[in-house]
């Protein structure tokens, strides 16, 4: 039987390689976000909960302190709170985010002031203001991190109480993005409530999407070349089984493989160049956990 189905011919990534590429991908993560909140969000006074919604709420009653202000004291506040409950174990990746987002708005803001929206469109404006950071929010989700906020007060709670903490935040979102219909008025609170939905479901659709792999079954007759190319060009691994067709009774090589989508492409034109009598199911999976995926926590 070969190796599992995690790499094993590439050389190993170091740690400081891994941890560089972390970072930068949670900066990606949050300067998407944060181009969606300002120059979209705000400026249109869409609320669809969390910090960034309360600050265009609490930014319509108090006009002599901007949103961004609002967003680094609400975000410093919680961290400061976060950092009581847990102490050093609070993690380090949503610290960073969160002061990062803080830090960018608060640029941005002077930077690039914005006295109205940038178009008279309000319907495709919400459509980026909130695909844009669900897209960030879904990358953050998919190293483990978050932009801190309101998840912190759901961490806290979940510590000290036994509520349902995703209903719980479902529930606190939906509180924030109602008050914007007596903040702005219907025609926005209910611009809000649109996206309030469709936040929710496009960041579902992004981690499924970021996460697909495709998990193969390659019955064949001539095993040793496709697994020299699985572990020797793709640098994955493979499962070697063996068995027998119903009808011939004649022997058959099974091989189990799991790989990226671009990686696939190529295993399947290769198989069918070597063994086009090979028989390959191949199967969407959207959550692998082993060596050379996520690792176990």
Known sequence: MANLTGKTAKKPESEIHKRIREYALLT?????????????????NFSTGGVTGIAVI??????????ADFVMVINVALLGLGLAVFGKNFAGKTVYVSLLMSALTWVLERAVPLAAPMTTQPFLE????????????????NLDASSGGTDIVAMVLKKFTSLDIGKALICSDLVITLMACVAFGMETGLYSIL???MKSLLVDI????????????????KPEEIEKYITGTLG?????LHGEGAYTHEGRTVLLTVMKRHEAVLLRR???????????LIINTGEIVGKGFRGVN
């Open 28 to 44: 990606l993560g949050t300067v998407i976000m944060v181009l969606g909140i300002y120059f979209f969000k705000f400026p249109n």
């Open 58 to 67: 609490l930014a319509r009653y108090f006009p002599g302190i901007s949103r």
């Open 126 to 141: 919400l459509i980026f203001a909130v695909a844009l950071p669900a897209l960030g929010s879904a990358i953050l989700f």
């Open 195 to 197: 996206g309030l939905v």
């Open 206 to 221: 992004v981690l499924e999407n970021i996460n697909t792999h495709k998990y193969f079954h390659i019955i064949t007759t």
């Open 236 to 240: 994955r691994g493979a499962t070697e």
């Open 270 to 280: 290769y198989v069918k160049q070597v063994d086009p009598s090979a028989f390959v």
